[in-house]
T-cell receptor, first 116, second 113 residues
Framework: NAGVTQTPKFRVLKTGQSMTLLCAQDMNHEYMYWYRQDPGMGLRLIHYSVGEGTTAKGEVPDGYNVSRLKKQNFLLGLESAAPSQTSVYFC???????????????FGAGSRLTVL | GDSVTQMEGPVTLSEEAFLTINCTYTATGYPSLFWYVQYPGEGLQLLLKATKADDKGSNKGFEATYRKETTSFHLEKGSVQVSDSAVYFCALRSGGSARQLTFGSGTQLTVLP
């Protein structure tokens, strides 16, 4: 099915380890986003990209890096994981706008990361 | 900056009860407003949207009206079903190049048979 695919779905890390979350979309969307979801806090934007080769910081970027070398992929990296990064991570993508002028995001199923 | 405030959960209702989940926002300009729903173990899905004042978004029996005068976008459904049990997020998108969404904290809804 067309959509947004995130890998892995689950991962347990030890403090200080590194890892990369992969997001892939097959809808030719220009915009891609990484959010984290924590209890009682909704979703907070980590980083985003408005096109291939571009990235920008969101609300909570510290401790994360991203890359968008291909239009369909958006990678989220943790260089040195910390327990505070235990969360559920969601990738999303969108066109610049749709016919109504809105910007509807399509989300992946999420990646649950635990840092011990 | 932009912000979204949702009513605190969790909300527990019996099947066929009336549902209201309050949402108010703070934003510059004229934002677009959204309700997203997250079913257990899944990502968020768009439920409905409204792009200008007095617009009413609707889908699957849910409705929300964009009220600029009260900066609100309350979600309503006349008769909830067990299958509506999920977490509901209010969100806005205002101007800017990123076009990202700002989300509320989410409201957990449980519908009992």
């Amino acid at each position: 099915n067309a959509g947004v695919t995130q890998t892995p779905k689950f991962r347990v890390l030890k403090t200080g380890q590194s890892m990369t979350l992969l997001c892939a979309q097959d809808m030719n969307h220009e915009y891609m986003y990484w959010y984290r979801q924590d209890p009682g806090m909704g979703l907070r934007l980590i980083h985003y990209s408005v096109g291939e080769g571009t990235t920008a910081k969101g609300e909570v970027p510290d401790g994360y890096n991203v890359s968008r070398l291909k239009k369909q992929n958006f990678l989220l990296g943790l260089e040195s994981a910390a327990p505070s990064q235990t969360s559920v991570y969601f990738c999303a993508s969108s066109y610049w706008t749709d016919s109504s002028g809105a910007n509807v995001l399509t989300f992946g199923a999420g990646s649950r990361l635990t840092v011990l | 900056g932009d912000s979204v405030t949702q009513m605190e959960g969790p909300v527990t209702l019996s099947e066929e009860a009336f549902l209201t989940i309050n949402c108010t926002y703070t934003a510059t300009g004229y934002p677009s407003l959204f309700w997203y729903v997250q079913y257990p173990g899944e990502g968020l899905q768009l439920l409905l949207k409204a792009t200008k004042a007095d617009d009413k978004g609707s889908n699957k029996g849910f409705e929300a009206t964009y009220r600029k005068e009260t900066t609100s976008f309350h979600l309503e459904k006349g008769s909830v079903q067990v299958s509506d049990s999920a977490v509901y997020f209010c969100a806005l998108r205002s101007g800017g190049s990123a076009r990202q969404l700002t989300f509320g904290s989410g409201t957990q809804l449980t519908v009992l048979p």
